[in-house]
């Protein structure tokens, strides 16, 4: 089916469409998700968040952009709406900060995005959106630091810190050559 | 201590293994979402009440505004009346005739004249004294020679606002009548004769004083009457005013910029995190009439604009730091990210037709002005970039627009918009005025157009400085 049917379908509330909108993209967005979760039960509660705000404002999707890139948008300010309600930001860092030993960047490659997921998972939340913001998604210290409410400072510092924290945590899982 | 020189391929390395990471369908969820959307589905949608409400606060506003300048206004000039005892009706009744002698009322004579309440009291202390005095004096003696020059003056013409407050004197002092200070005529009926006399020499007096009244009252002279309100005199023009205000305002602007729906929220933040307020200004002029009783109508040609600053977020580059020992021998290096900020300025350029309906309060050397109206934009433009929707291009605000559309992102004109203001204005002489103005103004339209994902207003505050011009 052309995404374009796919769309019309689902505006005039067709269930097959809406179904066939979520096989596709349920996958991509799951991932987004992981990554600003704490574990997989948020991640599941976000994408289901997520795509009812997809269906109930898919008449205002212009299109002219990708439906992906806008599902996607969806998708990480559900999540960084979740982490204001919970206000995770004053939340301390688990692991101690400074590395133990330097990380070969070799040493990244053998690594899987199971192992990747985790590794961010595993971040205070403060750090992990900080970190997906910056490093994944693109943007930049002052606009992370509009997005999140915080200084620009906060958001520099908060991204050094879950880099030291990964990797540590890269180092710990002995999939590192020291 | 982590290798900073590779804390670009560290993030890259999450960023090309996570960004487009797909999972594979996640249909066990489908469930849970389907019942959510038909719940959704049978919920009412709630009415746009947003133009309604709009509407209703702009005319609820102007209304309230007229009428309570129509108010003032006309107390004022209510005010004034009852000084000058001008009978609603047009008529003037004896009672009417006695106020008015008590007051000054030719007032060609006297460009400057006090209050009427105070002189009125004046009077009558000066009367009281003179009834003390002048107890048992005899009436018929007194009145006489008084009205006989009041008859004398009106057959030549002459009559004189003096000589009305000697009747009036006169009446106050006769025997039963201390209170006659309540304007009330009552003569003693053991003085038939002279009651007589004096009732011709009121008839008389009467439509002398129609005549003049009415002739005051359609006069196109100008005439200034001095109220005295505590320490400040106001001035009330008989006449209608026009000006002509020159000014220039420099301002504020207050932006906001919301998304349209909830994926463009993030694209609302990055806008919002990299542009910034960097300067506004407006000057233009206007032409002001303004009536009798204060009301102003203004109008004329408002020129504004808005300066931002935009950081544009190229990426980052890596910085090379090499520390050196005393000896000038590098000891170590340190790598780090350093983000590349590209700034760039966009102008916000708005030519606005004003209509201002306002009060005008003139006192001896200022003049208070309360104004508010609707600006009617003629024509926006824009020049500069802002990151576009996709979060990653620059999109020209002058031209940008979605893609086989031609209508543009940002709007050629911006529609209505509030505006208001408080004048504090200095009198340099009977001409020439200093305008010191603050003033608002609120775009009731967003800039943007239906097509942008986001919707960009303003509202802005600023002082306008000037000068005005009456040629009355």
Redesign the interface.
Request: proline share 5%; hydrophobic share 35%; charged share 35%.
């Given at each position: 089916m052309d995404l374009n049917d796919i769309i019309k379908g689902c505006l005039a509330g067709n269930k097959s469409s809406q179904k066939e909108l979520f096989n596709r993209l349920s996958g991509k967005m799951m991932a987004v998700c992981l990554r600003y979760s704490r574990d997989k039960m948020e991640a599941e509660d976000l994408l289901q968040e997520s795509f009812i705000k997809v269906f109930m404002n898919l008449a205002s999707f212009k299109n002219d952009g990708s439906l992906e890139m806008w599902v996607r948008r969806i998708v990480i300010n559900t999540s960084i709406k979740r982490y204001h309600k919970l206000s995770y930001q004053n939340e301390s860092p688990s692991s101690d900060m400074m590395p133990e030993t330097i990380v070969q960047s070799s040493a990244y490659d053998s690594m899987i995005y199971t192992e990747l997921l985790d590794l961010i998972a595993e971040l205070p939340d403060g750090y992990k959106v900080v970190f997906n913001l910056y490093a994944i998604e693109g943007f930049s210290h002052k606009e992370i630091a509009e997005i999140l409410n915080i200084k620009e400072a906060t958001s520099r510092s908060q991204l050094v810190k879950a880099r030291v924290v990964l990797q540590n945590k890269i180092i710990k899982s002995q999939k590192v050559v020291i | 201590?982590?290798?900073q020189k590779?804390?670009q391929?560290?993030?890259k390395?999450?960023?090309t293994?996570?960004?487009?990471?797909?999972?594979?369908?996640?249909?066990h969820?489908?469930e849970?979402?389907?019942l959510?959307?038909d719940k959704?589905?049978r919920s009412s949608k709630i009415l746009g009440f947003g133009w309604y409400t709009r509407l209703i606060v702009i005319f609820t506003l102007l209304s309230f505004g007229i009428i309570l300048a129509y108010k003032t206004s006309f107390k004022s000039d209510h005010k004034s009346n009852q000084n000058t005892g001008i009978a609603a009706d047009g008529n003037t009744s004896k009672n009417d005739l006695f106020k008015n002698e008590l007051e000054p009322i030719d007032q060609t004579e006297n460009q400057l004249i006090e209050s009427p309440i105070v002189s009125k009291n004046n009077q009558y202390n000066t009367q009281v004294a003179d009834i003390q005095k002048n107890k048992h004096n005899n009436f018929i003696s007194l009145v006489n020679p008084i009205l006989n020059k009041n008859n004398s003056n009106l057959n030549s013409g002459k009559a004189k606002s003096s000589n009305f407050s000697k009747i009036s004197e006169v009446n106050i002092g006769s025997e039963k009548n201390e209170k006659t200070l309540n304007n009330e005529v009552v003569v003693n009926e053991s003085k038939v004769e002279s009651r007589d006399l004096n009732n011709s020499t009121l008839e008389l007096l009467q439509k002398k004083e129609i005549k003049k009244l009415s002739s005051l009252t359609n006069s196109s002279k100008t005439r200034k009457r001095d109220i005295r309100d505590g320490c400040f005199s106001r001035n009330i023009s008989r006449l209608n005013q026009f000006a002509l205000d020159v000014y220039y305002s420099p301002e504020i602007s207050m932006r906001t910029i919301v998304s349209?729906?909830?994926?463009?929220?993030?694209?609302a933040?990055?806008r919002?995190?990299?542009e910034a307020y960097n300067g506004a200004s407006s000057f233009g002029f206007r032409a002001s009439y303004v009536t009798p009783g204060g009301l102003a109508l203004r109008t004329g040609i408002n020129f504004s604009k808005i300066k931002e600053k935009f950081?544009y977020?190229k990426g980052t580059e890596k910085k090379q730091v090499i520390i050196f020992d005393q000896n000038r021998n590098p000891i170590d290096t340190i790598y780090s990210d350093v983000?590349i900020?590209e700034q760039k300025y966009n102008t916000y350029k708005f030519l606005d037709l004003p209509i201002i309906v306002g009060y005008e309060i003139d006192l001896t050397d200022f003049v208070f002005s309360f104004n508010g109206g609707l600006g009617i934009n003629l024509s926006s433009t824009y020049s500069g970039q802002v990151t576009g929707?996709?979060?990653?291009k620059l999109i020209d605000i002058s031209s940008a627009s979605?893609?086989?559309?031609e209508t543009p992102y940002f709007k050629k004109n911006v529609g209505l918009s509030l505006m208001g203001s408080f004048g504090l204005n200095y009198k340099i002489n009977g001409r020439l005025m200093l305008l010191a103005e603050p003033t608002i103004r609120y775009y009731l339209n967003p800039i943007t157009s239906n097509?942008y994902?986001l919707e960009q207003k303003y509202l802005q505050l600023g002082i306008s400085t000037g000068l005005r011009y009456r040629f009355y």
């Open positions: - | 201590m982590m290798d590779n804390e391929e560290f993030d390395l999450f960023r293994k996570l960004n487009q990471l797909d999972l594979g369908p996640q249909m969820l489908w849970n979402i389907e959510e959307i959704n589905a349209k729906d909830e994926s463009n929220i993030l694209y933040q990055k919002a995190g990299s950081d977020f983000e900020i929707p996709d979060l990653k979605q893609d086989n559309v097509d994902p």
